[in-house]
């Protein structure tokens, strides 16, 4: 007699079965062409409560058990002022999923919302980050692991041209500036966001949006309208002609002419292209 699988069971077969080209071997291909994932690491899987972070925490308890590449994870999760219906949704998924979730307190959306001025998102995305490395520390971990996918690289890509006046991608693996020996690193940068929804469609899951006090008003899951909602609406405008506009913009950061640019960027300084310059 098969033995009978329980929900999270069941959750993380489909992962590594019925999505496994679009969810696990994308993973598994991030991971190893970027080096996102060594011996002997230890990770603060960060879990925010959306589909994302938790997909991303699925995928790491199962490299665990497969790889043979010996780590260690620890998934955390950080209240930066949820209302009492997201914390609760948040716990709620994980245990529904098996996630052994450390829970801790910020008050970020509060401090957001008082000296954010007309960037709060940026501002909250920046002390969300230094929380979670310091939480991470004091785990002992040596990277946190956010859940980024391929759909927000490309995203953000066109936000930087559109909006920024600039050309600005999303690293799979950046090195802390203010916290020592640690990283950052994006397992899921392969995927794309329309293989998340249809594993949580499929597994009939429910999952918080942001959730900050712009948007707790919204139905669950929902989003509120932004520049990024805009750039997918374009993207989704042009794959009508064009179906691999997302593959093409994704290949374009793996791919830089520098030879046809004027300037960039390093470090903070800014060159102008040293063809120019020599009068060449």
Not at 94 to 99: G, P, T, V
Not at 164 to 192: D, W
């Amino acid at each position: 007699m098969a033995k009978q699988l329980s929900y999270a069971e069941k959750v993380e077969r489909s992962v590594i079965t019925k999505f496994r080209k679009g969810l696990w071997s994308k993973f598994l291909e991030a991971v190893k062409t970027y080096g996102l994932i060594e011996e002997g690491d230890k990770i603060a899987v960060c879990v925010s409560g959306g589909k994302d972070s938790f997909l991303l925490a699925k995928l790491i308890q199962e490299l665990k058990k497969h790889s043979e590449i010996r780590f260690d994870a620890e998934y955390i999760s950080m209240n930066p002022g949820y209302n009492t219906e997201n914390a609760a949704r948040i716990a709620e998924n994980s245990e529904l999923l098996n996630i052994p979730l450390k829970t801790f307190n910020s008050d970020i959306f509060e401090v957001t919302e008082e000296i954010g001025g007309n960037s709060p998102c940026y501002l909250c995305a920046r002390m969300r980050r230094g929380f979670l490395y310091a939480r991470a520390k004091e785990l002992g971990c040596n990277k946190i692991a956010l859940g980024h996918h391929k759909s927000d690289v490309i995203e953000t890509t066109l936000m930087g041209m559109l909006y920024g006046g600039q050309i600005q991608g999303m690293l799979p693996k950046i090195r802390s500036n203010n916290f020592e020996g640690m990283q950052l690193i994006r397992p899921m940068y392969c995927i794309s966001e329309e293989d998340i929804i249809r594993w949580q469609e499929y597994n009939g899951l429910k999952f918080i949006a942001c959730a900050c006090k712009k948007t707790e008003g919204l139905a669950l899951g929902e989003q509120g309208y932004s520049a990024r909602q805009e750039i997918k609406e374009i993207i989704n405008k042009v794959k009508q002609k064009n179906p691999d506009v997302e593959s093409s913009v994704f290949k374009s950061i793996h791919n830089v002419q520098l030879d046809t640019l004027v300037g960039y960027k390093k470090d903070g300084k800014s060159y102008f292209m040293e063809k120019f310059e020599s009068g060449k």
